[in-house]
């Protein structure tokens, strides 16, 4: 089992629509988790951390379940500018990377 | 955030040629960074850790004697891909993680570098 799993995707929306992404890790004692997003040739730049209590900025969710180990990003009133592949990271203590989810936001 | 900063950014070379790649962190000292290579619609795999003072940590089925890093001081780490073959094409990306006294509200963040593209001939 990979150690974090993402739904491959892709995602193509039109503008405004409502996205969820999925991600599970396999182990249990990983100590934090983020969502990173990465422009086609570019870094990964950190989205959003997710906390326990879930947490939210602006249109964009997040969610963890630890006993489940799933976590979860929801973006509402998808933009153009949302186009980007969105990667699930666990830190194990090292990070370690979902494959990630390609999203299309179409006019 | 922090800034890591990677030089080049973009790197053509002959086959058998040695590639060097700087990471900086460089408003910070890092005493961990990190080496990922990325090939095309894929995700970044995890090369090794980079400690500060000491030999680097590989990840299985990486050669650290194709692959040498050095982290010679905390904002410095370079990746020397030695005897550089097409294969080795790929998006290198380094990373930096803020130390516990770090940056305020950093704490366990990895910042990254642009990457690297390295295309061997």
């Known amino acids: 089992r990979k150690e974090v799993e993402q739904d491959p995707g892709p995602f193509n929306v039109p503008e405004g629509a409502t996205v969820a992404f999925n991600c599970t890790y396999s182990?249990?004692?990983?100590?934090?988790f983020f969502w990173y997003r990465q422009d086609c040739r570019k870094e990964p730049k950190l989205l959003m951390s997710?906390?326990?209590s879930g947490n939210e900025d602006g249109r964009f969710t997040a969610q963890l379940n630890r006993a489940s180990q799933y976590i979860s990003l929801l973006i509402r009133d998808s933009k153009l500018s949302d186009s980007a592949t969105y990667l699930c990271?666990?830190?194990?203590?090292?990070?370690?990377f979902g494959a990630g989810t390609r999203l299309t936001v179409k006019p | 955030g922090a800034v890591v900063s990677q030089h080049p950014s973009w790197v053509i070379c002959k086959s058998g040629t040695s590639v060097k790649i700087e990471c900086r962190s460089l408003?910070?000292?890092?005493?961990?960074m990190f080496w990922y290579r990325q090939f095309p619609k894929q995700s970044l795999m995890l090369m090794a850790t980079?400690?500060?003072?000491?030999?680097?940590?590989?990840e299985q089925g990486v050669e650290k004697d194709k692959f040498l890093i050095n982290h010679a001081s905390l904002t410095l780490s370079t990746l020397t891909v030695t005897s550089a073959h097409p294969e080795d094409s790929s998006f290198y990306i380094c990373?930096?993680?803020?130390?516990?006294?770090?940056?305020?509200?950093?704490?366990?963040?990895?910042?990254f570098g642009p990457g690297t593209r390295l295309t061997v001939l």
């Open positions: 990373s930096a993680r803020v130390p516990p006294a770090g940056l305020a509200g950093s704490y366990n963040e990895q910042f």
């Open positions: 182990n249990s004692a990983s100590q934090s």
């Open positions: 997710v906390y326990s």
């Open positions: 990271v666990v830190n194990i203590p090292d990070m370690r």
């Open positions: 408003d910070f000292q890092a005493t961990t």
């Open positions: 980079s400690n500060e003072g000491s030999k680097a940590t590989y």
